[in-house]
């Protein structure tokens, strides 16, 4: 009688069960599907594999670039980490340089990277490159948080990336990086910020289509 009675409620249970969707072959993706397919993010720099003296050029303003291990951003894809240590109390700006500017070949609508502030009351900006040769500075607004982040500034119209038009070739460049700290040091202590996995949100840019045969 027990197993009779274990088998009825499992019966019941199947019955009462919602029961599976069928997948309809005429529904539209969803936005968050579609926009999957379109973009896909590259990375620029994860400053895993070089030395500091093979990315930045050397800086004129008091600030020491170094690469760590200890702190890693909270994802698995990174070991090593860049952070920025302000040297002197009068010091607010630091701008880093890249000797080869990472290159984005396809329309990009987006950076990403971690960012971990230590001491809070900064602004990071990307240092761009478009296609006429103009640099802009991509802010992030101020930055009044701690420990690591995942943030994401959009590449807007201004900055011209040559896909307005069927066939044309041209790459945006990330020149580099100038953060500018507030007067409001922490007392006894300045400023640090490490960044981590600089990457590009994009897209193909417009081809024309393949000729006609005869």
């Known amino acids: 009688m027990p197993i009779v009675r274990k088998i009825m409620w499992l019966l019941l ?3 009462a069960a919602d029961p599976v969707k069928k997948v309809n072959p005429n529904k539209v993706a969803d936005f968050a599907d579609i926009d999957a397919r379109i973009y896909k993010t590259v990375m620029l720099e994860n400053f895993e594999d070089r030395e ?30 860049a952070s920025l240590h302000i040297l002197e109390s009068g010091e607010r700006r630091a701008r880093l340089q890249f000797i080869n500017p990472p290159v984005v070949n396809e329309h990009c609508r987006a950076f990403t990277f971690w960012l971990n502030v230590e001491k809070p009351h900064a ?9 006429d040769g103009v640099r802009h500075f991509i802010d992030s ?17 201004k900055i011209r990336q040559n896909d307005r038009y069927l066939g044309e070739k041209a790459a945006l460049k990330l020149i580099g990086i100038e953060i500018v700290f507030s007067k409001k040091y922490t007392k006894g202590k300045l400023p640090v910020i490490l960044i981590d996995e600089i990457a590009a949100e994009v897209r193909r840019k417009y081809e024309l289509p393949p000729p006609l045969k005869n």
């Open 123 to 131: 602004r990071l900006s990307l240092i761009v490159e478009d296609r």
């Open 141 to 157: 607004g101020d930055l009044q948080f701690r420990g690591w982040r995942k943030l994401t500034l959009p590449v807007s119209q």
């Open 13 to 15: 249970f199947l019955l």
């Open 52 to 81: 500091v003296a093979e990315i930045f050029f050397p800086q004129e303003t008091r600030v020491q670039v170094k690469f760590s291990t200890e702190l890693a951003p909270p994802i698995a894809e990174s070991q090593r980490y």
